[in-house]
């Protein structure tokens, strides 16, 4: 194996192991992986890999290009107990799974992911 080989196996891991158990895992799990993320991802942002990567699993949340939770679009997010909050993600503040949005009426959370059920973009 030469090291083309190496950095593709690599690559391929990311995308097909890493990727989706970061858009599958409980907060909890993400904040152990977190504590280690650069011996599990390497040198890498945990922010903009780990965390955009959990959020991914709710489409249109996260921004395509830039990565990082997506301010421009204003969302509906719906709970695990019903409620429904309205507004723009904040991304400076929120961190570490926990969601907080820019509402009309002030902010709302933070809201952890393990209890978002839904999200999308406002209005649909």
Same mark, same amino acid.
């Given at each position: 194996?030469? #090291?083309?080989?190496?950095?593709?196996?690599?690559?391929? $891991?990311?995308?097909? &192991? !890493?990727?989706? $158990?970061?858009?599958?895992?409980?907060?909890?799990?993400?904040?152990?992986?977190?504590?280690? $993320?650069a011996n599990v991802a390497g040198q890498v942002d945990a922010e903009a890999t780990l965390w955009t990567w959990a959020w991914s699993r709710f489409p249109g949340l996260v921004h395509p290009e830039m990565?990082? !939770?997506?301010?421009?679009?204003? %969302?509906?997010?719906? *709970?695990?107990?019903?409620?429904? #909050?309205?507004?723009?993600?904040?991304?400076?503040?929120? %961190?570490?799974?926990? *969601? &907080? !949005?820019?509402?009309?009426?002030?902010?709302?959370?933070?809201?952890?992911?393990?209890? &978002?059920?839904? &999200?999308?973009?406002?209005?649909?």
């Amino acid at each position: 194996m030469n #090291f083309s080989d190496l950095a593709a196996s690599r690559r391929a $891991w990311i995308d097909d &192991v !890493l990727i989706p $158990w970061c858009r599958t895992a409980e907060r909890k799990e993400l904040l152990k992986a977190e504590a280690d $993320w650069a011996n599990v991802a390497g040198q890498v942002d945990a922010e903009a890999t780990l965390w955009t990567w959990a959020w991914s699993r709710f489409p249109g949340l996260v921004h395509p290009e830039m990565g990082g !939770l997506d301010e421009s679009c204003e %969302v509906e997010v719906r *709970l695990k107990d019903g409620r429904t #909050f309205r507004g723009y993600p904040d991304a400076r503040r929120s %961190v570490r799974g926990e *969601l &907080v !949005l820019l509402t009309g009426d002030g902010d709302a959370g933070p809201v952890s992911i393990d209890d &978002v059920v839904d &999200v999308r973009p406002a209005g649909m």
